[in-house]
């Protein structure tokens, strides 16, 4: 069995029923079997392969058994051939419906009476035919595209089919234009690139003498015909130059090459009468398929044919120096050969017949070989970008450059593929590729899948189970899956794999693809369960852990594991225990290398293969918080909750839940409901015990959301009896945080530089960073700013390489440390790097993302460049974040201080009670708070504010004597809050004073 991509055709008499009735059986039967066989006649003709006659109707499929790249064409063609094959035996007493369709069809061995080939795109076929007017071909869409401009369609309308809802696309079929469809992607500029050298070789060779015959080889798509057209361009004036191509099926191809050029040498269009023309050489009229042998023996008509073109091939020369081209000779017939070793024996003059042809075709006469290779990935870089019109950005050129592989037809048809599903966007001049594998276009699968069916079944095998193994695979490997290596050989003649060391590779990643598809799925199933046998017991280190996790899990997809180990429940139940315990361990390692994205996928994995695994959600979840991804942590967490019903575990749970999502408050887009967080926290200080790790986190999360420092207490006694650095640092933090709230900064930063002495028992990098943050912050308060920058530059050396979503941390505190020095213009330097950062964290719901850009805002109004800065407010409110007004507020209401913009402070100061919460920007916050109250002429809530903050030698000191001496009219302490700005070097606050004083509160 395999799958194939081909094209299916339907035809159904119309008409024979009625005439039934007039005839005799024996007739009637007679006329059945003329049909029969006129039909199978054009569909040999094309190529196809008849699968079945029912009653009256035929169907053929093109590109199946063996695959066609040109299926699609030649279906077309032959249902034209039949309609007018059908006109021509029966006239109008009898008519067909024809129904053509591409798509994706298992090939099997046929029963009796029963269809080789299946799938939905032989439905759609019968329902395109049923919907078919008597004489009419219907064309399904994929065929359409894959036929592009070689066929005259109708405008796309949607035909009613039974079982298919919506109906499906359909086109008329009006004519043939060429038999092939033109190269080119559609949507892309034409143009050449590279194959200089190429182009020099070939100019070289066309200056002869005498007759000459070069050969340019190479793959399907590589540029043979390309490069042809760029040497006409180039050759000297007055150089007759005649073109023919072999074609890969049809009537009276033999000499098709030749008929090409006999036209053009004689002036003729396709559908002129030739004969007048021949006049004395009426034996020419062989190679366009006329009748002219006369009495002839048919040998000796060839001689003469053969003469008569030794004659033509020496007057063009005679005429001047002349170049002729024979297109495509994988496909020449015999007597095309003849006649041309003929010609290039007999003729005379300045004459050169230059051969194009993929590799592997035997006989062909001897001559200079030109072998075209594929483009150098700069020129394939070049190409892309021409044809596009604008350069494609780094991250897309790569990908696509390597998707090709330097085979310009494939780089076309990806490109235009990728345009067609809008996957391609412009963006600041270039291109840039949406998310979204790139996938094969069924032009390049035709191709290569017809180059794979060109092997043997025991290199076609070997070829298949490489491709099972990967891109790259060992020759061992290999043989553990079909019994020897000895095919290798061939693959490698045949240019389909490489001979790199250690291992071989697929030359061609999509011939890889091509080849693996092609696998029926349960096939692929049991041969990757095969290699993953293998491989584990070649070597079962870590090393190959991602690997047999894959092979593992690919041999029990669950999409295809009930037909391919059906009756095997053992080996099943082995393949998934294997697959399980490989998945976890990659998921490990992947964890340890803090590559999230990889973890998730493989514990993922591993949750289809056992979806009610408790334990394996939890690690999700736990993977979901690094990853900050609030939403999702919650889900695999209430799925692990689902189930489990011990009561113990449910409690773990519950504290985690809490503690993690207190922890990192801001990992969701639209911030939370904290009451649901206090619920479980309830639920884990009564499920846990009460001297365990789980009911410390539980007392963390309370900490941390109910200001409660006697449960950071609690938590850190228990942290310190345990054992637990992890839960001690955290316990730390959690009390740090809630002396800074009460004021108290000199145990915050107590406590903060205590927990960093954990620094080093700490490996998390994640934790790790969170460390140096809290410290920054913690110095902050004290107003120790050296101290504080030093703190934010060591959290940025642990944090800036680890995710975009670190860097985006990274950034904050360091602009955290300028927003409190009021060194704007330092802020306004990290602007550029930040936006990249923000815009590569675009996917983790990080309330840093808008902060950072407000922050850039904030300094541009101060730097006096307005219209930056609302171009950044408008990014920020752009990002959606909802329920961080404590987070952003104080940033705005900076703003709209710089700007003077009264109303809107007064409209931001409802609701900044809660701009104490702020964690990690504590200080900025509060002091924007003090300065807004008294802009707003808010006297008493001025110095309500300011009697709290006035702590002598902390950071907050000199903002609550300014504000308490302008509520209070005493200059006094205006001016020492003067001498306090400038002794911390604060300039810039110390300038934002307010020249004139409120009145006294009253
Ligand atoms: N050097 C090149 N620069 C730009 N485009 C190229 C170049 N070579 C080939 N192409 C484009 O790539 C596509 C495939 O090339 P071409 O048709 O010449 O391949 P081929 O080798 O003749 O393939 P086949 O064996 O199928 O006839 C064409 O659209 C062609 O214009
Ligand atoms: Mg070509």
């Not at 412009?426 to 590729?433: D, E, I, T, V």
């Not at 918080?625 to 113990?648: I, R, V």
């Not at 927990?755 to 912050?777: K, M, V």
Request: with cysteine; glycine share 8%.
């Amino acid at each position: 069995m395999e799958r194939k991509l081909a094209t299916l055709l339907f035809a159904d008499l119309v008409g024979s029923t009625a005439l039934g009735d007039r005839l005799d059986p024996e007739h009637a039967r007679d006329l059945l079997e003329r049909f029969y066989d006129a039909m199978e006649a054009e569909i040999a003709l094309g190529g196809g392969t008849v699968e079945k006659f029912i009653g009256d109707a035929v169907v053929a499929v093109f590109g199946a058994p063996a695959a066609q790249e040109d299926h699609a064409e030649r279906a077309l063609q032959t249902a034209l051939w039949m309609l007018e094959r059908l006109q021509s035996l029966f006239g109008d007493r009898l008519a067909l419906r024809i129904g053509v369709n591409s798509g994706e069809v298992v090939v099997g061995r046929p029963r009796e009476g029963s269809s080789f080939a299946t799938g939905d795109a032989v439905n759609v076929a019968a329902r395109l035919e049923q919907a078919a007017a008597p004489g009419q071909v219907l064309v399904g869409e994929r065929t359409a595209a894959l036929v592009g401009d070689a066929f005259e369609l109708g405008e796309s309308a949607t035909v009613e089919a039974k079982g298919k809802h919506g109906g499906v696309a359909a086109r008329e079929l009006r004519r043939m234009v060429a038999p092939r469809r033109p190269r080119g992607g559609h949507g892309l500029v034409p143009t050449f690139v590279g194959r200089a050298r190429e182009l020099d070789w070939l100019q070289q060779a066309s200056v002869t003498d005498e007759p000459r015959f070069a050969l340019v080889v190479g793959e399907a798509g590589v540029g043979k015909t390309a490069l042809v057209r760029e040497l006409r361009e180039r050759l000297p004036a007055g150089t007759t130059f005649r073109l023919g191509r072999c074609l890969s099926y049809g009537r009276s191809v033999t000499y098709s090459p030749l008929a090409d050029v006999l036209r053009q040498e004689l002036g003729l269009r396709e559908e002129d009468p030739p004969l007048a023309q021949l006049a004395g050489d009426e034996i020419l009229g062989l190679t366009l398929g006329l009748d002219v042998a006369g009495d002839l023996e048919p040998r000796a008509a060839v001689l003469a044919l053969q003469d008569a073109w030794v004659g033509l091939a020496s007057d063009m020369a005679a005429r001047g120096p002349s170049v002729v081209v024979l297109e495509d000779l994988h496909w020449a017939s015999e007597p095309l050969i003849e006649l041309l070793a003929r010609v290039l024996s007999g003729a005379a003059g300045p004459l050169l017949i230059l051969g194009t042809t993929r590799p592997g075709r035997a006989g062909l006469p001897a001559g200079e070989t030109l072998i075209l290779e594929p483009l150098g990935d700069d020129e394939a870089g070049e190409l892309a970008d021409r044809a596009l019109g604008a350069p494609l950005d780094a991250e897309a050129h790569e990908l696509v450059v390597r998707h090709a592989d330097g085979n310009p037809f494939f780089l076309e048809e990806v490109l235009s593929d990728l345009l067609d599903r809008r996957l391609l966007t412009r963006r600041q001049g270039g291109w840039s590729l949406d998310a979204g594998a790139l996938a094969i276009p069924d032009s390049i699968q035709g191709v290569l899948a017809a180059r794979i069916d060109l092997l043997e079944p025991p290199a076609k095998d070997a070829l298949s189970a490489a491709a099972v193994i990967g891109r790259s695979f060992s020759a061992a490997g290999l043989a553990a899956l079909v019994g020897s290596a000895a095919e290798v050989r061939t693959l490698v003649e045949r240019g389909f794999v490489r001979p790199t060391e250690p291992e071989l590779v697929f030359k061609h990643a999509l011939t890889r693809e091509v080849a693996y598809g092609a696998l029926p799925k349960a096939e692929r199933a049991r041969r990757h369960a095969a290699y993953a046998d293998w491989l584990e017991g070649e070597d079962a280190s870590d090393g190959r852990a991602g690997k047999l996790a894959y092979h593992y899990a690919e041999a029990v997809d669950p999409e295809i594991a009930d037909l391919a180990w059906r009756d095997r429940d053992e080996d099943a139940a082995r393949l998934r225990a294997s697959a399980l315990r490989w998945l976890r361990r990659a998921a490990e390692l992947a964890l340890a290398r803090f590559d999230l994205d990889d973890a998730l996928e493989l514990l993922e994995r591993a949750a289809e293969l056992t979806p009610d695994d408790v334990e394996l959600w939890h690690e999700m979840a736990r993977v979901n918080a690094l990853k900050f991804d609030g939403a999702a942590f919650w889900e695999s967490m209430e799925k692990a909750l689902e189930l489990t019903a011990d009561q113990a575990e449910r409690g773990e749970l519950y504290a985690e839940l809490a503690f993690e999502s207190a922890m990192r408050g801001a990992m969701w887009k639209v911030a939370p409901d904290w009451a649901i967080v206090l619920e479980w926290i309830g639920q884990a200080l009564e499920h846990t015990p009460p001297d365990s790790r789980s009911y410390a986190y539980g007392l963390l999360g309370k900490s941390m959301l109910e200001d409660d420092i006697s449960a950071a207490e609690r938590a850190v006694a228990l942290a310190e009896r345990l054992d637990d650095v992890e839960l001690l640092s955290f316990g730390l933090f959690a009390h740090s945080v809630n002396a800074q709230l009460t004021a108290d900064f000199e145990t915050a930063s107590e406590l903060a530089l205590r927990r960093l002495e954990l620094a080093g028992q700490i490996n998390d990098p994640d934790h790790l960073a969170l460390l140096h943050w809290g410290s920054a912050t913690a110095e902050l308060g004290l107003g120790r700013l050296e101290d504080a920058e030093l703190h934010a530059l060591r959290h940025e050396a642990v944090a800036a390489r680890l995710t975009s979503h670190h860097e985006v941390h990274a950034i904050a505190n360091l602009i955290t440390v300028d927003e409190a020095t009021g060194r704007w213009d330092r802020l306004h330097e990290r602007r550029e790097r930040s936006e990249r950062a923000v815009a590569a964290n675009a996917d983790t719901p990080c309330v840093y993302n808008p902060r950072n850009l407000l922050a850039g805002a904030v300094a541009c109004a101060a730097l006096g460049l307005d219209d930056e800065a609302r171009r950044l407010e408008a990014e920020e409110s752009a990002l959606g974040f909802e329920g961080y007004e404590f987070w952003l507020d104080p940033l705005r209401a900076r703003l709209a201080l710089i700007r003077g913009d009264l109303d809107r402070v007064e409209e931001l100061l409802d609701g900044s009670e809660k701009w104490s919460w702020q964690v990690y920007d504590f200080v900025s916050s509060i002091a924007t708070r003090l300065d807004a109250f008294v802009a707003v002429g808010r006297a008493v809530d001025a110095a309500e504010d300011a009697e709290r903050y006035a702590i002598p030698g902390t950071y907050l000191e000199p903002f609550a004597l300014r504000t308490l001496g302008i509520a209070k009219d005493d200059p006094a302490l205006v001016a020492q809050a003067q001498k306090r700005f400038e002794a911390m070097g604060l300039e810039w606050y110390a300038a934002q004073t307010p020249a004139s004083g409120l009145p006294s509160p009253g």
